[in-house]
């Protein structure tokens, strides 16, 4: 069995949704055995809703980290944009749809900012995302000031991005979830943006020698990261009617807890945007199978910890074990 060991490493590297879909049915299969409520459509509804919102972070996080770099600013900027948004539109009586655009412009916008900050002074990713963190946190803090950013009253543009569909359980940010991961997928497995994307994470210097645009790559990812974030945010302020300056905390480790539990390499070249969505539900399961189990909260990030810490560790050595297979 050992022997076969380096050809089934190889497998899991061809198909790196393979570990994180076995991962998600395990979850599912321990909480089906502990509680008769996992599969309540209340359930449902709290995992789909919370993981669509997650995993389309996850999706531009996914994107950039095959890249080779990082973006700690999308918590902030998931809760930025759909403030903004709320503000033009129920403060200020804005056009919904016109508040709209103007809030995910500045949201790509914080992407523009932070991928030039990059490439431009060859700031590592890390303090530049880390710095329009706080920048991003004083905005938030600023806009609001005690306000309440609630709207109950009916809008078309929040029916589409955060309605309930039919008389079922799910709502509308699960179909749009559904969107983003068609296009992304598509475009790093049958485009050659995602040959470029790769190339970029994974040898930046022989994708330069090569002809790849690695400075242009990482700054459209950034873009799409932010933008992604922002209108992840603005679905959740759909579904909730509501939005503070604390939405999206923490978003930005559960995105790359996600990523990184699909299969996304820390250290770029490698990764999938199927397998991202696979953990952001795998993340969501855990996290409110444990409320059904009444566990304690804190459990759920110390497992959380533990988890991620396992899956860079397994990830690594099938990455090594499928190396020697070749």
Do not use: H
Not at 264 to 289: E, K, P, R, Y
């Amino acid at each position: 069995m050992l022997r076969n060991f380096p050809q089934f490493a190889s497998l899991l590297r061809r198909v790196p949704e393979l570990i994180p879909a076995l991962g998600l049915i395990l979850v599912a299969a321990f909480f089906t055995i502990q509680t008769t409520n996992f599969w309540s459509p209340q359930t449902m509804t709290a995992i789909t809703s919370i993981a669509a919102t997650v995993g389309i972070v996850a999706v531009g996080v996914t994107v950039l980290m095959m890249s080779g770099e990082f973006d700690l600013s999308v918590g902030q900027n998931f809760a930025f944009v759909p403030i903004i948004w709320a503000t033009l539109f129920v403060s200020e009586g804005m056009n919904e749809w016109l508040a709209l655009a103007i809030a995910l412009a500045a949201g790509a916008g914080v992407g523009v900012v932070n991928g030039l900050v990059t490439t431009l002074f060859r700031i590592p990713s890390f303090i530049a995302t880390l710095g329009m963190f706080f920048v991003l946190m004083g905005m938030n803090n600023l806009l609001i000031s005690g306000r309440q950013l609630i709207m109950f009253d009916p809008s078309p543009s929040m029916a589409l991005l955060g309605a309930k569909i039919g008389d079922g359980p799910f709502y509308m940010p699960l179909v749009w979830m559904g969107l983003v991961v068609l296009i992304f997928w598509f475009l790093t497995t049958r485009m050659a943006y995602g040959n470029w994307v790769l190339a970029t994470g994974g040898a930046a210097g022989p994708a330069k020698a090569m002809g790849v645009a690695t400075d242009r790559v990482k700054r459209s990812n950034f873009v799409i990261c932010s933008f992604l974030a922002g209108f992840a945010g603005c679905m959740q302020f759909s579904y909730l009617k509501g939005v503070t300056q604390g939405q999206g905390a923490q978003y930005e480790l559960l995105a790359i807890t996600a990523a990184v539990l699909g299969g996304t390499s820390l250290f770029g070249g490698a990764g999938t945007v199927v397998g991202s969505i696979i953990g952001a539900f795998m993340l969501c399961s855990i996290q409110i199978g444990l409320v059904l189990i009444g566990a304690p909260g804190s459990f759920y990030v110390t497992f959380i910890g533990i988890m991620l810490v396992v899956v860079v560790i397994v990830n690594t050595r099938v990455g090594q074990m499928a190396g020697g297979a070749r």
